[in-house]
């Protein structure tokens, strides 16, 4: 076998010619391989983008390097000229090389392969690994996101979706809409920010003659995401989140044990304002869960603070419409309106007009409409992947990890 075609087998490159070969000493006194190249008569003086041979503009920069993977533990890199064309589509241009995506100066085996390792581990394993920067392994998502993305069409097929919206940091404007299949559980579209003109803009991405097929789109409690699914897919059954509604009472919930403790404190009860702070997680989780010492908590208060208990009762009726669904659950949050209302609890009072208010959207989900479950799923672990960075620079950068993770995106490793 040539010596040629060893080195573009070793380096997963194809349409290339072979210049030379070297070994250089880098700035810390390590031996860095250098192959020399150049893309052959078919790969060479194309647009970058739209692949087309172009007219030879001039030289550019002269030669560039582009980090390659290692090389029996030596960083290599691949050198060539870069030349600028003329393309009648998109002006004055680098002209493409067949090792590399566009903008990018490392080779395309070696940012599928940082991403593919992002994806497993954290980035700061990363970044020692392949001993690069952490803004080099963001922009590397980015581009090998966005060219999975442009290769295959995410949108087609969809009947029934998910929608909801991701903190990715601290502030108000540190938001992502996220859009996920519920027939596959992944992610299908995401997005920054968190107002009508981002959802618009997955409908407009979806396009309307594709919005009009879609059955069911389940959603959290925001009106505003309902107002835009109405107007861009009016034949789609709006289904509000289980989640979010049983979260409504867990937090109505939360309230009238916090209220219930002041007053015990304000009555000169410490001792039993402490144990219903306690009391706490025998509460809020679910009746099959609670340990021995938060049933007997669950009892002393059935005992000693009627309408905290009553409040959990409610709250515990409401989980179970969503379990049992159907004309049962239905019949079970109608009970549910009826007897929050003349509770004379007021934060349950407030709970049974909000339900009250989103009936019809409750319905739809215990009709069989799909439960916003798989989407809170994959925003929990956007969240996990958020702590594993350990803190992303842009919106783009979580946007791309996560669909790289969920959204079937991550490449598969480039040499085995």
């Not at 581990?121 to 392994?137: D, G, N, Q």
């Not at 861009?232 to 916090?258: N, Q, S, T, Y």
């Not at 002041?262 to 306690?278: F, H, I, P, T, Y």
Request: glycine share 8%.
């Amino acid at each position: 076998m040539r010596q040629t075609t060893v080195w573009k087998k070793l380096l997963g490159v194809e349409h290339v010619a072979i210049e030379g070969v070297r070994v250089e000493t880098g700035a810390g006194g390590e031996e860095i391989a250098v192959i020399a190249l150049r893309p052959d008569s078919r790969a060479r003086l194309r647009c970058p983008k739209c692949r087309r041979r172009c007219r030879f503009a001039d030289e550019g920069e002269g030669r560039r390097s582009w980090r390659s993977l290692d090389v029996h533990g030596r960083k290599c890199y691949l050198e060539a000229g870069a030349p600028r064309v003329q393309c009648p589509s998109h002006g004055l241009i680098v002209a493409s090389v067949p090792w590399a995506r566009h903008r990018s100066r490392f080779t395309a085996a070696f940012e599928d392969q940082a991403a593919w390792l992002c994806a497993q581990m954290s980035w700061r394993k990363v970044a020692v690994l392949l001993r690069t920067t952490w803004e080099s392994l963001q922009q590397i998502t980015v581009r090998v996101t966005a060219d999975a993305r442009a290769r295959r069409d995410r949108l087609a097929g969809l009947r029934r979706i998910g929608i909801d919206e991701k903190s990715w940091g601290k502030g108000e404007d540190k938001y992502i809409m996220v859009v996920t299949d519920h027939g596959t559980g992944k992610i299908v579209w995401a997005a920054e920010g968190r107002c009508q003109d981002t959802v618009r803009a997955f409908f407009t991405a979806l396009g309307p003659e594709r919005s009009k097929l879609l059955t069911h789109v389940s959603a959290d409690g925001a009106e505003w995401i309902h107002d835009v699914i109405r107007e861009k897919a009016p034949r789609a059954l709006i289904c509000l989140d289980a989640f979010h509604v049983v979260k409504w009472a867990g937090e109505a919930l939360d309230k009238v044990r916090r209220r219930t403790a002041a007053e015990l404190r304000a009555a000169g009860n410490a001792d039993q304002a402490a144990s219903l702070g306690q009391a706490m997680w025998a509460l809020r989780k679910a009746p099959e869960k609670l340990t021995g010492n938060q049933r007997t908590s669950l009892a002393g208060i059935a005992a000693d603070n009627e309408q905290l208990y009553r409040a959990y009762l409610m709250k515990e009726q409401l989980r179970e419409a969503f379990r049992v669904k159907g004309k049962h659950g239905k019949a079970l949050i109608t009970g549910l309106i009826a007897w929050a209302r003349r509770s004379r609890i007021p934060e349950f009072a407030r709970l049974a007009r909000t339900l009250t208010r989103f009936k019809a959207l409750i319905f739809a989900t215990m009709d069989g409409g799909p439960s916003n479950g798989r989407a809170e799923g994959v925003n929990s672990q956007i969240q996990a992947l958020i702590a594993r960075a350990r803190g992303f620079g842009s919106a783009g950068a979580v946007i791309a990890m996560a669909e790289l993770v969920h959204g079937g995106l991550c490449p598969d490793l480039p040499l085995r």
